[in-house]
């Protein structure tokens, strides 16, 4: 049973870019929930995606989008790069109405110079 | 709003007992746990649905106050394999905020 996966690891670009994350939910959970944790803090709440909708947002500039699509499937994506959007991106996935436990990814590095 | 945890960080050696805080100024409908080691994804511990509701996971067992809007984390008899960042997050309206962890080292 394969858990949540993401793409890529590591990921290096430079201010103003574009960059685009992505993540497989564990079998059988449709709903995906995206995190930003910075070094030394907790996971910091993006948005949430269940049936290829945003259900809710964090507070997050509008350069943070993201989409879901019909295999449950999720991209992260983040326009006009700035410094501080370094971080470990995590990507969870859950069960609507399993009380929201969430299983995490692995996570994508991103460093933005 | 995110919880708040304490204490920031602790050290224990193996076999010692440990307890993590997490309070919130919000009502508190139901708490989570989850542990995360250096350089790997959070991993899920428990969800404390009722006030009053305890459950454990190992020798890991966590309380939780509806009425103090508090909830607490027990390690007991700590293991080396305890060590980690642990997290509790409160859940509202689909968001779920973390509190800024608790860094637990076990030594043996």
């Known amino acids: 049973d394969a858990g949540v996966t993401q793409s890529p690891t590591h990921l290096i670009k430079t201010r103003g870019q574009q960059v685009t994350l992505r993540c497989s939910p564990k079998s059988g959970h449709d709903t995906v929930s995206w995190y930003q944790q910075a070094l030394g803090q907790g996971p910091q709440f993006i948005f949430q995606?269940?049936?290829?909708?945003?259900?809710q947002r964090g507070n997050f500039p509008d350069r943070f989008s993201g989409h879901q699509f019909p295999n449950y499937s999720s991209e992260l994506n983040v326009n006009a790069l700035l410094l501080g959007d370094s971080a470990l991106y995590l990507c969870a996935s859950s069960l609507v109405g399993s009380s929201y436990e969430q299983y995490f990814g692995p996570g994508t590095r991103l460093t933005v110079t | 709003q995110q919880p708040v945890q304490s204490p920031q960080a602790v050290i224990l050696r193996e076999g010692e007992d440990a307890v993590i805080n997490c309070s919130s100024s919000?009502?508190?409908?139901?708490v989570h746990w989850y542990r995360q080691k250096h350089g790997e994804a959070p991993v899920f511990l428990m969800i404390l649905l009722k006030g009053g509701e305890q459950k454990g996971h190992e020798k890991i067992s966590a309380s939780f106050n509806e009425k103090k809007q508090q909830s607490s984390l027990y390690l007991t008899a700590s293991q080396l394999s305890y060590s980690g960042t642990y997290f509790c997050g409160t859940h509202n309206d689909y968001k779920l905020s973390f509190g800024a962890g608790t860094t637990v080292t076990v030594r043996a």
């Open positions: 995606y269940y049936e290829e909708e945003e259900r």
């Open positions: 919000k009502a508190l409908y139901s």
